[in-house]
């Protein structure tokens, strides 16, 4: 049986601020669940969607929950392609839209439960990988992922993409250290952490109750020294094939899964 914690203590619950403010610079998201989702998110401001007979026989009532949908403008495939990136998989649809707000962590940590999960990636600077790990922490309930706000990317339409509609409902937090952003989960009653390859304990052995922040660092270079200081604890996955690591987004899933077997 894996050692109980000692308790955290209360935290304590702040007025909440308002969110930032986003760069009303539109931009492309593309995908047939990347727009369904943006369509059915009320705090999307949408502003132009194209769209082909198709695609849009299935995705109509999606337009109809959120509200906001714009009329859309019917396009086959190769024009729809003029309008996006190279290389862009569309499957048929694509929405100009406002990016969302950006909540700051103080606004997050306000409305937590008891019980939350989040994720923090400390240097994930491809949005691909990003967009993955949304997508995990949706599928497993975790209600927020936290990076850097330095070269982390931004909520790009590649990044939706990978989401499959995650960035809608998983709230994507930038934080300017992530050491100090540690500090503050602590203070809020969070027990963090650290997945490290050199893990005293392996995460099934921890003891993953109460509020917890999962807190990964880049392939490769793993997390950053002070970074690493700033967790509580240090667990591995254990792996008994050749490759000694996984990438970002796998290792992410793997211990939202384990978090969320052991939590019920």
């Not at 969110?19 to 998110?41: C, E, F, I, M, R």
């Not at 729809?80 to 862009?88: K, T």
């Not at 003891?207 to 950053?224: F, N, P, Q, T």
Request: proline share 7%.
């Amino acid at each position: 049986m894996p050692k109980r914690r000692p308790p955290r203590g209360e935290h304590v619950r702040r007025p909440r601020p308002k969110s930032a403010k986003p760069d009303h610079t539109a931009q492309w998201l593309y995908g047939v669940h990347a727009v369904a989702a943006a369509l059915a998110n009320p705090q999307r401001r949408c502003r132009r969607l194209v769209v082909t007979h198709e695609c849009w026989r299935d995705l109509a009532a999606a337009a109809e929950k959120g509200g906001d949908a714009p009329t859309p403008e019917f396009l086959d495939r190769h024009e729809i392609d003029r309008l996006l990136q190279p290389g862009a998989v569309h499957q048929g649809i694509a929405l100009l839209a406002d990016p969302l707000p950006e909540p700051d962590l103080s606004e997050i940590l306000a409305d937590l439960p008891d019980r939350a999960v989040v994720i923090v990636l400390d240097q994930a600077t491809d949005p691909r990988n990003v967009g993955a790990v949304l997508r995990s922490a949706d599928a497993f309930g975790a209600a927020a992922v936290i990076v850097q706000d330095r070269h982390a990317p931004e909520a790009t339409a590649a990044m939706a993409k990978a989401a499959s509609g995650a960035l809608e409902t998983v709230a994507l937090v930038r934080a300017v250290n992530i050491a100090r952003a540690l500090s503050e989960l602590k203070e809020a009653g969070f027990w963090c952490f650290g997945l490290d390859a050199r893990g005293d304990t392996t995460l099934a052995e921890a003891d993953l109750s109460g509020r917890i922040a999962l807190v990964l660092g880049s392939e490769g270079k793993g997390l950053r020294p002070l970074v690493r200081q700033s967790c509580d604890i240090l667990a591995r996955i254990p792996l008994g094939g050749t490759v000694d690591s996984l990438n970002l987004s796998n290792a992410a899933a793997v211990a939202l899964y384990e978090a969320a077997g052991k939590r019920g």
